[in-house]
């Protein structure tokens, strides 16, 4: 996957140092695979902030709706990062569907 999304999203950060966050993420000009346009997303992750200065967090993502080249676009998947590094690494199931 590759292009420039967009998110809105909530977190609740909890005195001990864990969150939890749900989102909507689009994208206007994104390609999946070998195709080219849009989509919308949902997501929600779960982390903590640690006393190393590490913030561990995992997450799931489903794809609600696509257009242009990704019309019909169906999946989900799975993201796991850092929230203190900003890294980030992302597997995702997909199909082209009507």
């Not at 799931?60 to 980030?88: I, N, P, Y």
Request: aromatic share 14%; glycine share 16%.
């Amino acid at each position: 996957m590759s292009g420039t999304v967009n998110d809105v999203w909530t977190a609740v950060l909890h005195k001990d140092g864990s969150f939890e966050t749900k989102g909507t993420e689009t994208c206007s000009v994104c390609t999946i695979g070998s195709r080219t346009g849009s989509f919308s997303a949902q997501w929600v992750f779960t982390g903590a902030y640690l006393p190393d200065g590490t913030g561990p967090y995992t997450g799931t993502l489903v794809f609600k709706s696509g257009t242009s080249g990704l019309a019909g676009l169906h999946g989900s998947g799975r993201f796991a990062g850092d929230a203190v590094a900003g890294t980030e690494t992302y597997s995702f199931n997909y199909l082209f569907a009507p």
